[in-house]
């Protein structure tokens, strides 16, 4: 019975018609059962942000996976809120798992806060379910798009193996996401690494060209020119330079390393000079 099967929650931030979200639930379903709750509208850059605009509204809808029809729910909200939904209003019962993506795009290094990928695993976690994060590197004109020239075939394996991996074995303490990377050329065979964040910009920010500040405009971005000297064991060095699958564990848990005491006593020297 499917009420026996392990339940997945599956969502992104590109949106319900995303060829990637596609992709997952075809190689999810071998191993649970799949419940897809997806943003109605792209929402890539939303981190695990929560708009007080988003109207909440939850449409169902019948697709095609694998030759089958599912129902599938699309929500006016952000990533973030359409974990809310899913888990609070959708899912007959707690899931096993969220799994976020696949994404068009990696999200590595200082700017893997903005990803909205990342933010609805993260939201996920907090609401006490173990979570994995999907992204694809893709070429940025495709960011934004239903592209049908990638092909997720690849990662949708990937995603399976390690959700599988997620559903039958307990993580640490102070792992509550689990953020996977894939190069674009990636096959079956291309190793994984264990990594930790790049504490660099993977991502430059463009200015508006100019323009009337009273008309609309939208800050860009490109990839970094100089991928130079990346540090070793980082998810960018695993991706550019190593070309492996980067697999980050990442924590809800954002304090500072540093000795609080002696960061006290330091502020408070400070405050009384």
């Known amino acids: 019975m499917e009420s026996e099967k392990k339940q997945i929650l599956l969502t992104n931030d590109d949106g319900i018609r995303s060829p990637g979200l596609w992709a997952a639930a075809g190689a999810l379903s071998e191993i649970g059962f799949v419940q897809v ?12 942000s929560l708009p007080s605009t988003s109207d909440g509204t939850i449409s169902i809808e019948t697709v095609k996976v694998n030759g089958k029809e599912w129902q599938v729910y699309s929500v006016g909200g952000s990533p973030a809120q359409t974990v809310m939904h899913g888990v609070l209003e959708i899912t007959p019962h707690k899931p096993d798992l969220i799994v976020s993506g696949i994404n068009y795009g990696e999200n590595i290094g200082e700017g893997v806060t903005a990803s909205g990928t990342v933010g609805a695993a993260l939201q996920g976690a907090a609401m006490g379910i173990p979570a994995l994060a999907v992204s694809l590197e893709t070429a940025e004109e495709h960011h934004l798009s239903y ?30 996401v689990l953020k996977l990377d894939i190069p674009a050329e990636a096959d079956l065979d291309t190793p ?6 790049a504490m660099e910009n993977y991502f430059e920010q463009l200015a508006v060209k100019q323009r009337d500040w009273s008309m609309p405009g939208r800050i860009g971005y490109r990839r970094r020119l100089d991928m130079e000297g990346l540090a070793p064991g980082t998810d960018m060095h695993a991706l ?3 070309r492996v699958i980067s697999v980050t564990p990442l924590s809800l848990d954002m304090t500072a390393r540093v000795d ?5 006593q330091q502020l408070r020297q400070a405050s009384a000079g």
Request: with cysteine; charged share 25%.
């Open 37 to 48: 709750v997806a943003p109605r509208d792209q929402f890539s850059g939303a981190g695990r």
């Open 147 to 176: 592209s049908d020239e990638i092909e997720f075939s690849c990662a949708a394996h990937i995603t399976k193996k390690f959700a599988r991996l997620l559903l039958s074995h307990a993580l640490p303490p102070d792992v509550h």
């Open 192 to 197: 994984w690494q264990v990594t930790r964040l």
């Open 240 to 242: 550019v330079t190593e």
């Open 260 to 264: 609080l005491r002696a960061f006290e």
